[in-house]
C-alpha cells in the first residue's frame, strides 16, 4: 500500500466525532481541545465579524486605532511630519535581521507597532507639506477603499467582484463621457500605478503592431516614441516588456514650454518610415511633474496618421501619460464668460489653457490617469482607459480557466496583466469622482492655481529670487535663489540663454540644491525657527535644459530648482510667505558654512 493510500484510509476511518469533540455549543474550543483549535478561537474573536453585530472587533479595534492615529498627527503648528521624531528609526541592511516569532502575537500590541511604523511619515495633510504632487486622500475614497480591505472584492472576475465592478464600469463611462469617447465601448483597468499605466500604453501597441508577439515573443525591433520630458517610466515598461530600452526613440522638446517638437519628430517618423521600422506606441506626456508641460496630442495624430507603419503592421498606438495632468479636463467646458465658481481673472486664462489641452484627449487611444495624484485619492488608484474595449480586450484575450467560472458580463481576467486585482483602487477613485463632480474638482483645483500666483508675487518682491517656470500653466512652482547682492532676475535670464556663463549656472546649481538639502535636514529635525517649524519642501535636478543645450548632450548644462507643490486645502497665505522666509535661512546658512 503507497503512502497516499494509506493516508487516504486514515481519513475516511476517522470518527466525525474525533472533531466535533473539541468545541463547545457556542463555538469555542473547550480546555482540552488540541492547541490549534484554541488559537483558532482566539482568531475568531479577532476577525472581522461576518454577522451584524455591536461587539465587530474590526469596529472595535478602528474605533482604538483611529485615537491611536490622532496621537500621531502633529498639534496645529507642529512639523509637517508624524509623530514625535522626524528621524530614520532603523539601519539598512541590517532591520532586515529579524525572525517570525513562535507565538502568536498580542493584537493590540501588533497595532502598535503598525502605528510606531509611520513615525517621521510625510504629514500630507499638513500646509507645512509642499515636496511633490502627493496629496491627502478625501474621506470618501478613503472609507471605499476600505471597504474593500475588508470584503476582499477581487476585480478578477464577476463572480469574486459582483456588484463592486460597476465601480471600474462606471468609472470607464465617467471619463469617457468627459473625455469625448463613446462611454459604452470605453474601457478601464485599475492597475498599479502610472508606471502600470504606461505598460499597458506599451503592450497595447505590441499586441496591435506586432500580433505574433503573444505568442513567439518580440522579434521586431519596433520603437516607443516619446519626448525627452516623458518619464522615467519608459525604461520600466520597454524593459520589462522585452521590447528593450533601446528602442525608445526621444523627441526633443521646445526650450521654452517642454512640449514635443512636432518637426523632429515628423523627422523620426520619415525616417522610421523609410526605413519600414514599425512604431509600437507613441506617448504624448499629458502634464509633466515639474514643467506640467502638455504635448500637442491632436497635432501628433495627425503625423501618426500622415506617417503609417509600413505593410504588414498593425497600427501604431497613442497613449497620453496624463497621470498627473488629466484633471484639467474638468474645464474643458467651464462657463468662463460666466465664471460660476468666481475665480480671479488672473487665472482664468491659464484654466481655459490648460482645459483646452486636455480636451485632445480624445485624440488617444488610451490615457494613463493617477487619481492618487491630482485627485485627491488613496495609494494605488490608477487606470488604464482604453477609447475601444472590443478592439482591446479582444486583442488580449486569453483563453479560459478550469477553476473560474463567468457568472456575469465581465471578467477582465481573460486579458489583464494582473490576475488578482484588489477593488480597492477601483473604489477610491470611483468614489472620487462621485463625491467631487466638475464643480468639486474645479474648486480645489483652481484653487490651488490661486495659491500658486500668490506666490510668484512674493517671488517678483525679493530681489535675490526668481521662478523659473513663469509660464508653466500647473501646480508647481519652481524658483531659484540667490547670494544677497545678485539680481536673481538678470543672473538667471544670462545663465540660461549665454553659454559663457555656464560655471555661474553650475554654481548657483549646487547652491540650489544645498538649499534644498538643508531644508530637508530641517525639516527632519523638526527645526524651528522664530518659534515655528520648517517647511517640506523639494528640489528639482533639472527641470529644463539651458537653452543652449537643447539637445542636452550636455548633461551639467540644466537648470536646478526648489520647489513648492502646495496640493492641499489648508494652505495660507502666511504658510506661502512662511517657506520664503525658511529658504533665506537655509540660503543664508549653507553660505556661511561655505565661508
Not at 295 to 322: Q, S
Not at 347 to 361: D, T, V
Request: charged content about 20%.
Amino acid at each position: 500500500m503507497s503512502n497516499v493510500t494509506r493516508a487516504a484510509a486514515a481519513i475516511r476511518h476517522a470518527s466525525p466525532k474525533d472533531y466535533e469533540g473539541h468545541w463547545q455549543a457556542n463555538g469555542t474550543a473547550h480546555g482540552q481541545a488540541p492547541k490549534w483549535a484554541k488559537y483558532r478561537t482566539v482568531m475568531a474573536s479577532e476577525f472581522p465579524s461576518p454577522f451584524r453585530s455591536t461587539k465587530d472587533p474590526l469596529a472595535l479595534q478602528i474605533e482604538k486605532f483611529v485615537e491611536k492615529l490622532d496621537q500621531l498627527r502633529p498639534e496645529k503648528g507642529g512639523p509637517a511630519y508624524l509623530g514625535d521624531s522626524g528621524a530614520l528609526a532603523y539601519t539598512y541592511p541590517e532591520v532586515k535581521n529579524v525572525e517570525i516569532s513562535q507565538e502568536m502575537g498580542d493584537l493590540d500590541a501588533v497595532l502598535d507597532d503598525v502605528v510606531k511604523l509611520f513615525n517621521g511619515a510625510p504629514n500630507w495633510g499638513s500646509p507645512l507639506t509642499m515636496c511633490n504632487v502627493s496629496p491627502q486622500s478625501n474621506t470618501a475614497a478613503i472609507v471605499a477603499s476600505m471597504l474593500s480591505q475588508v470584503f476582499a472584492a477581487n476585480m478578477l472576475e464577476g463572480e469574486y467582484a459582483w456588484n463592486v465592478h460597476r465601480a471600474e464600469l462606471e468609472t470607464a463611462g465617467m471619463m469617457g463621457n468627459l473625455i469625448g469617447w463613446n462611454p459604452i465601448n470605453t474601457g478601464v483597468i485599475y492597475t498599479y500605478g502610472g508606471g502600470g499605466c504606461f505598460t499597458y500604453g506599451v503592450k497595447y501597441g505590441l499586441t496591435r503592431v506586432l500580433p505574433g508577439s503573444r505568442f513567439q515573443g518580440v522579434r521586431t525591433d519596433a520603437k516607443v516614441i516619446c519626448s525627452q520630458q516623458a518619464h522615467y517610466v519608459q525604461q520600466n515598461a520597454t524593459d520589462w516588456l522585452g521590447l528593450g530600452m533601446d528602442n525608445i526613440v526621444h523627441v526633443r522638446t521646445d526650450v521654452t514650454t517642454n512640449q514635443m517638437d512636432l518637426a523632429h519628430l515628423e523627422e523620426i517618423l520619415k525616417d522610421l518610415t523609410f526605413r519600414k521600422i514599425p512604431v509600437a506606441t507613441v506617448i504624448c506626456t499629458m502634464g509633466t511633474t515639474d514643467a506640467s508641460a502638455f504635448d500637442p496630442i491632436g497635432k501628433v495624430r495627425a503625423l501618426l496618421d500622415r506617417y503609417p507603419n509600413p505593410p504588414g503592421f498593425g497600427k501604431a498606438v497613442l497613449y497620453a501619460d496624463a497621470v498627473v495632468g488629466w484633471s484639467w479636463i474638468y474645464f474643458k467646458d467651464y462657463d468662463f464668460d460666466r465664471n460660476p465658481l468666481e475665480f480671479s481673472e488672473r487665472i482664468l486664462p491659464i484654466l481655459k489653457q490648460n482645459g483646452q489641452a486636455m480636451s485632445e484627449l480624445n485624440h488617444a487611444d488610451a490615457v494613463g490617469i493617477d487619481f492618487h495624484k491630482v485627485g485627491w485619492a488613496p495609494y494605488v488608484s490608477s487606470c488604464f482607459l482604453y477609447r475601444d474595449a472590443t478592439e482591446f480586450e479582444t486583442i488580449h484575450r486569453r483563453g479560459g480557466y478550469a477553476y473560474l467560472q463567468a457568472r456575469t458580463p465581465y471578467n477582465p481576467m481573460y486579458y489583464t496583466l494582473e490576475v488578482s486585482r484588489t477593488a480597492s483602487g477601483s473604489l477610491a477613485g470611483w468614489a472620487t469622482l462621485k463625491y467631487f463632480g466638475k464643480e468639486g474638482m474645479q474648486a480645489i483645483l483652481g484653487g490651488i492655481l490661486e495659491t500658486k500666483y500668490y506666490l510668484y508675487d512674493l517671488l517678483s518682491l525679493q530681489p535675490d529670487m526668481v521662478c523659473v517656470n513663469p509660464g508653466d500653466s500647473g501646480l508647481i512652482t519652481l524658483f531659484r535663489v540667490y547670494p544677497k547682492g545678485i539680481d536673481a532676475k538678470v543672473q538667471f535670464e544670462k545663465e540660461l540663454n549665454e553659454p559663457a556663463l555656464r560655471a555661474d549656472l553650475l554654481r548657483h546649481n549646487q547652491l540650489t540644491e544645498a538649499v534644498g538639502n538643508k531644508l530637508f535636514e530641517w525639516f527632519r529635525a523638526g527645526k524651528k525657527i522664530e518659534g515655528k517649524h520648517t517647511p517640506y519642501t523639494s528640489f528639482s535636478t533639472g527641470f529644463r535644459n539651458a537653452s543652449y543645450n537643447r539637445d542636452g548632450t550636455d548633461t551639467e548644462a540644466v537648470v536646478y530648482a526648489l520647489k513648492s507643490f502646495p496640493m492641499n486645502v489648508f494652505v495660507t497665505p502666511e504658510i506661502m510667505q512662511w517657506v520664503l522666509r525658511c529658504v533665506h535661512a537655509a540660503r543664508d546658512e549653507v553660505l556661511k558654512a561655505r565661508e
